[in-house]
């Protein structure tokens, strides 16, 4: 793979950053566990600009409690198809070009978490 160029490396820096604002923003009670459980998923649509189409709902309410540390991800789009499949096919249709629909970092009516 890497003598073919498929494997990019890059910096993990903006992935310790999220790590570690998981670590002082959720308690094991509050759902680090949960987050840390899945967290390659969202490391994923940090590392690559890509949105995540998911039924856990649970993990987006959680990253929603993290996402005013690591500016990157309250871009990060998460969408769960079974309940905004609308959205989602909107979205999708469109080439996901919205960046701002479905941002973890905005509550459901679109405004900022800040």
Known sequence: ???RKRVVRRSDREMRDFRAAVNSALSIEQG??????DAHLTEAAIFY???VLSTDDQQKRLLRRVAAEPERLARVQWFNPSSEHVTACLWLKDGCKDATVGCIGRD?????QS
Do not use: Q
Not at 32 to 37: H, S, Y
Not at 108 to 112: H, L, N, P, Y
């Open 1 to 3: 793979m890497e003598s």
């Open 32 to 37: 680090r566990l949960a987050v840390m459980k």
């Open 49 to 51: 600009t890509a949105g």
């Open 108 to 112: 459901e009516r679109g405004a900022s």
